[in-house]
């Protein structure tokens, strides 16, 4: 699997942008192996019940999807875990770790939190479970564009100078990540220790928390697990 890698975690929070656009090109079986091996990663380090759908053009051909400017999507990643914030704030976390890996691979991909046509009859869903998102993926047709920042460091980290040089890029990593409408809800505060805490901020749209998880996902990228503990 590691042969299909082109580059690294930190170089694919870079390159990774939103893409809506697909040419038509199946998915190798091989590649499929490797997505399906990280997700095996993902459930059973994070507990969660990440699940490939592949080559299942109706979750994208309904009209919500057209208005959400999707086209040509036929494989995704239902993003199922358990129910209530925590598990929002993980499925965010080991969603956003196999966006990143599969930007390594070679592959576009979207966090989609309405604009796609739900199929329960395609998932798997426990009883203490729910589908928080899908991410749909697969060869875009341009290599998506970064959106302009809203937020800066000071709005959204609070430490205490001098701040670390670790703690800086772990913000600037969290910054480059992907949240509903670019809403930015979080905040990282640095305590004593090189402890981390994480928020979600109030949000009128929702997917505070699973926005977290993604901005909590390239923190600990940015600025290195070694660093710091989470609060």
């Keep these: 699997m590691n042969s299909f890698f082109i580059m690294t975690e930190l170089e694919a929070i870079t390159a990774r942008h939103s893409v809506r656009h697909y040419i038509d090109k199946p998915i190798e079986a091989k590649k499929i192996e490797a997505i399906q091996e990280c997700i095996g990663r993902c459930n059973r380090e994070g507990g969660v019940h990440l699940q490939l759908?592949?080559?299942?053009p109706e979750a994208f051909s309904s009209l919500i999807a057209k208005y959400g400017r999707f086209r040509n999507v036929s494989n995704y990643i239902?993003?199922?875990?358990h129910k209530g914030r925590?598990?929002?704030?993980?499925a965010g976390y080991w969603g956003e770790w196999l966006v990143l890996e599969m930007q390594t691979l070679g592959f576009n991909t979207c966090w989609v939190g309405a604009s796609y046509k739900k199929n329960m009859s395609l998932f798997r869903i426990g009883t203490d479970e729910e589908l928080k998102s899908v991410i749909a993926f697969g060869y875009g047709a341009t290599q998506g564009v970064q959106h302009p920042q809203k937020r800066s460091f000071d709005d959204v980290a609070q430490a205490a100078a001098p701040v670390p040089e670790w703690f800086r890029k772990g913000v600037g990593a969290?910054?480059?990540?992907?949240?509903?409408?670019?809403?930015?809800?979080f905040k990282f505060i640095l305590h004593e220790g090189n402890r981390?805490?994480?928020i979600?901020?109030?949000?009128?749209i929702g997917y505070s928390h699973l926005d977290l998880g993604i901005a909590k996902c390239h923190f600990e990228i940015g600025a290195g697990k070694e660093n710091f503990e989470w609060a």
């Design 53 to 56: 759908i592949s080559d299942e």
């Design 78 to 81: 239902a993003v199922v875990a």
């Design 86 to 90: 925590e598990g929002s704030l993980t």
């Design 174 to 185: 969290a910054l480059l990540a992907p949240t509903a409408v670019n809403q930015q809800k």
């Design 200 to 204: 979600a901020k109030f949000s009128l």
């Design 196 to 198: 981390v805490e994480a």
